[in-house]
């Protein structure tokens, strides 16, 4: 069972920069589909970016694109999310998830992801 320690949230004015971090441990198999997740209240659980750890291959929501970059820290097991130019817009618990073993593309799905780190909090202000 891979578990998934998300850090890093906080409170920032619109158009600041934030970076997400996500420790993991317990990983069984060599290649994972990592993926970011956000909810903002009232609202259901959104993709927001993967990265296949096999060759690093990228994939962001249109909302995001430009704007933040995923990547690993293989060495460290630890995934980020760069986020700049924040938008009130993104204020939302965050959530990192992992793939065992899959390819990210099409993974866009709570139900595809096996496991979840508990959240950390993004809030953007005008």
């Known amino acids: 069972q891979v578990q998934l320690v998300e850090s890093g949230g906080g409170s920032v004015q619109a158009g600041g920069s934030l970076r997400l971090s996500c420790a993991g441990s317990?990983?069984?198999?060599?290649?994972?589909?990592m993926g970011w997740f956000r909810q903002a209240p009232g609202k259901e659980r959104e993709w927001v970016s993967s990265?296949?750890?096999?060759?690093?291959?990228?994939y962001y929501t249109g909302s995001v694109e430009g704007r933040f970059t995923i990547s690993q820290d293989n060495a460290k097991n630890t995934l980020y999310l760069q986020m700049n130019s924040l938008k009130t817009e993104d204020t939302a618990m965050y959530y990192c998830?992992?793939?065992?073993?899959?390819?990210?593309?099409?993974?866009?799905?709570?139900?595809?992801?096996?496991?979840w780190g508990q959240g950390t909090q993004v809030t953007v202000s005008s």
């Open positions: 998830a992992a793939a065992v073993g899959s390819r990210c593309s099409g993974l866009l799905l709570e139900w595809q992801y096996n496991s």
């Open positions: 317990g990983y069984t198999a060599s290649y994972y589909c």
């Open positions: 990265i296949y750890t096999g060759t690093s291959r990228t």
